[in-house]
């Protein structure tokens, strides 16, 4: 059993930054955030394999965000730059069940309906 904590939302004007955290427990080794816009799907942001740290992004966060993982700690993260009003979203951490031969698929097209463990969500308003 996985258990995450997300913490770090708030709200923040165009162009600037946050940082979310997820605080994990369990075993798990690929993980990702998400994000959904009222009306819209949740969508994949990034994720991340813990053993190797290779990571993945979505294509309207390339250049802005950069997920990462204090391992010691437990605890995944996500810069978030140069924010844009479409950015505002509820952001979840997510976790699932990824190996050696699965976890670039996991990390670059797992869809929401395939993750094994979600987080409550934390809130990101980016304002004009």
């Known amino acids: 059993q996985v258990q995450l904590q997300e913490s770090g939302g708030g709200s923040v004007q165009s162009g600037g930054s946050l940082k979310l955290s997820c605080a994990a427990s369990g075993d798990t080794r690929c993980m990702a955030w998400f994000r959904q816009a009222p009306g819209k799907e949740r969508e994949r942001v990034a994720g991340l394999y813990i053993d190797s740290r290779a990571t993945a992004y979505g294509d309207s966060v390339k250049g802005r965000f950069t997920i990462s993982l204090d391992n010691a700690k437990k605890t995944l993260f996500l810069e978030m730059n140069s924010l844009k009003t479409e950015d505002t979203a509820m952001y979840y951490c997510?976790?699932?069940?990824?190996?050696?031969?699965?976890?670039?698929?996991?990390?670059?097209?797992?869809?929401?309906?395939?993750?094994?463990?979600w987080g409550q969500g934390t809130q990101v308003t980016v304002s004009s």
């Open positions: 997510a976790a699932g069940r990824c190996t050696t031969s699965t976890y670039l698929g996991w990390i670059s097209r797992v869809s929401a309906a395939d993750v094994t463990y």
